[in-house]
């Protein structure tokens, strides 16, 4: 089944699995105990949006699952160059509140200046938020120069106060019952999320199956190739090696035909929402090992042209 569903865990139980995920990881790598407490405060923002987010009501999206299977049968994301309504008002609390938080990490001014443009309006809020739903990464960029921000902070902001209502629409959007959705999310067979269109942030391999995982919106699904996720290349260029010989339950996959690289884990369980951003620190150094031998993630697809196509 390509498309996993993945139930929510509850608030305390999350937060519970968190805390020991968190302190596995600095008993054995102290070093990253400061990124650590940062997280923690990032995610606690995340998932008091997710409860407060799950508690009212999602909006029902005008996408006929039968349209949308169409256009995942295309290749194209179901969430791409669709106009989403968002809650801007829920939403922009949680995005001041992200940049007070990244301020005291250690991001200091960078953060709070982000913070002020938003308060003021300098940055409007609804159109910062759509464009990360619509992953325009170019408009974000732009925005942030002109104003003398920290594009890539603005970036993640933006990324992490709209990540817990993508996720809820992704679950509503592709966890549904419907014969001819389900078969296009059956055959779905691409590297990037079938509901966003983002790269995954990671493979979790539970039991021996490899569940790709998207950096924004948490989405699960599996290939039905074991080949490179961006350019599908599977021949010699495509190797899989655990930097670590000590560690051959995390890996890196790299792929010389066109450069990039994705991080691997053995997993107990697939991370639910928020959890997956422990993952992700967790494999930092497979990061470093793969970008010290010339591997890169590559930028984001571009569907904002794609529909009708
Ligand atoms: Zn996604
Ligand atoms: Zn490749």
Redesign the pocket.
């Known amino acids: 089944m390509p498309y996993v569903p993945i139930s929510p865990g509850n608030p305390a139980d999350l937060r519970a699995a968190a805390e020991r995920r968190w302190s596995a990881i600095c008993a054995e790598r102290p070093e990253l105990s400061p990124a650590i407490d940062l997280q923690r405060q990032l995610l606690a923002l995340v998932s008091d949006l997710a409860s407060t987010l799950e508690q009212g009501r999602v909006p029902r999206l005008s996408l006929p699952p039968k349209y949308l299977a169409a256009k995942l049968a295309r290749g194209v994301p179901a969430f791409a160059a669709e106009p989403i309504p968002l809650p801007v008002q829920v939403l922009t609390p949680v995005a001041i509140g992200l940049c007070r938080a990244l301020a005291s990490g250690g991001a200091a001014e960078a953060a709070d200046h982000i913070g002020q443009a938003i308060e003021t309006g300098s940055i409007d809020p609804g159109s910062l938020f759509s464009a990360s739903v619509s992953r325009n990464q170019t408009a974000i960029r732009t925005g942030a120069v002109h104003r003398g921000l920290s594009a890539d902070l603005v970036w993640l902001v933006a990324e992490l106060a709209v990540s817990p209502y993508v996720h809820a629409l992704q679950r509503r959007v592709l966890g549904g019952d419907h014969d001819a959705l389900g078969a296009a999310l059956r055959a779905w067979n691409r590297g990037y999320c079938p509901a966003c269109g983002s790269w995954p942030a990671v493979a979790e391999v539970v039991a021996g199956r490899r569940t790709l995982r998207c950096s924004f919106c948490s989405g699960a699904w599996e290939l039905q190739t074991y080949?490179?996720?961006?350019?599908?290349?599977a021949g010699d260029?495509?190797v899989t090696a655990a930097p670590n010989e000590e560690r051959k339950d995390r890996r890196v996959e790299v792929?010389?035909?066109?450069?990039?690289y994705l991080k691997s884990m053995d997993a107990a369980e697939l991370s639910p929402f928020p959890l997956l951003s422990i993952s992700d620190i967790e494999t930092t150094d497979l990061d470093v090992a793969a970008m010290e031998h010339g591997y890169a993630r590559p930028a984001l697809r571009d569907f904002s042209q794609r529909k009708g196509t």
């Open positions: 080949a490179c996720i961006y350019c599908e290349h260029e495509f792929c010389r035909a066109c450069g990039g």
